[in-house]
């Protein structure tokens, strides 16, 4: 009778086993027997399986739910950009870029804050030697601090000789010899360094600015739009190279020259460069977005850049017939004075003067006479290496066309010696 009872409060409420029925039949020896174990162990069985499933049923949906949360964070990650090399860092510590600022020891300068507000500072950075002292001097006051900082690359080796003047400890000073304006931008000018300046003028020393306001000028490029652009030449004292360069009378800004005679001729419809979308090299001026590009572009064991100023186009963030131009209404003087590998023979000649003697005036007749032999063996070297510099600039863009299948060049008629200026 227990295990009648036992069997009804088990399966009782169960219809799928009729267990009292066969209990309470002529046939319960037989079932008490042979059936029951058999049945006893079926039931066992059943209800440990049981917990087994729905344990793993719930394990699994437990892990179901955290694969899929993993994986809706990694499809979330996936499109979080990430700077190289900080992956392992979390993306509110990461302090992608910089700027060239100098900071105080201790405390805060609330003129120094007010300034970096309110103002919007580019940066001039100039490739100077001591000879060209006086003129870099003229240029950097031409420049106000609240608007500009300033960077000197001094290719001599001298450093000190320029603290007396009254701005000296107030811009950056970084020296290697005999290094061009090209090689110090492409190490100390990375993209991500000058990213909090609005402009990058990449000057050289020899400019004379009498007619030149820096202030207004970026206010002209902002208004025309210009990325890429240079203050025209005073072709009465400048050294001009470019027809485009030269200064247009009454006017604002151009973007383009016309030459109808001899070689390199600009017509109306010319695309390439120097004709339209164009800028020399001695006084570029690069948005920071223009900069960013052409510092790619920039070759580090070629330095002297030839070559380059033809492709500045392409970083034009836009049209180059339009995005690039010279500036005529802030103009400036191109000198032309020699710097590595050469010496200014006119300096060398006025040193001279005013020496009574005339057997010193000899020895140093003769001293200079070497000199000047050096000076324009040196300075022959300089032009040949940049010539060579420019054939390799041109081998490399153009293999690096032909093998960059997914580049698709938005000036296909225009080749590197194109005739059309």
Known sequence: MAIKKWAHDLFGKCSCFPVLSLIETANWRFFRSKLLPALSLLVIVFYVGSTFVVSDSKESF??????????????????QCRVHGTESLPKGIVSATSNLEMRRLWGTSKDQMKRREH????????AVGIRQKKNVDRIVKKFPPSNFTIMLFHYDGFVDQWRDLQWSDNVLHVSAVNQTKWWFAKRFLHPDVVDEYNYIFLW???LGVEHFDPVNYLS?????????????LDPSLSEVHHRITVRVKKSRVHRRTYKNRGNGRCYWNS??????????MMAP??????WRCAWYMIQSDLIHAWGLDMKLG???????????GVVDSEYVAHLGIPTLGGLDENRMSREEDGRSSRSEGSARSAKRGREVSLMNRERGEVRKQSYNELEIFQERWEKAVK??????????QTTNRSRAF
Do not use: H, M
């Open 271 to 280: 695309t390439a460069p120097p004709c339209t979308g164009w800028v020399e």
């Open 285 to 290: 001026v690069f948005s920071r977005a223009a």
């Open 62 to 79: 437990s892990r179901w739910g955290v694969f899929g949360a993993l994986k809706d964070s990694e499809s979330k990650c996936k499109v």
């Open 314 to 324: 392409y970083c034009a963030q836009g049209d180059r017939s339009i995005n690039v």
């Open 119 to 126: 103002s919007k500072k580019s940066l001039l950075a100039i």
């Open 403 to 412: 093998d960059d299948t997914c580049w698709n060049d938005p000036y296909p």
């Open 220 to 232: 002209i490029v902002e208004k025309e739009g210009l990325e890429i652009s240079q203050p025209a």
């Open 204 to 206: 050289d020393e020899d």
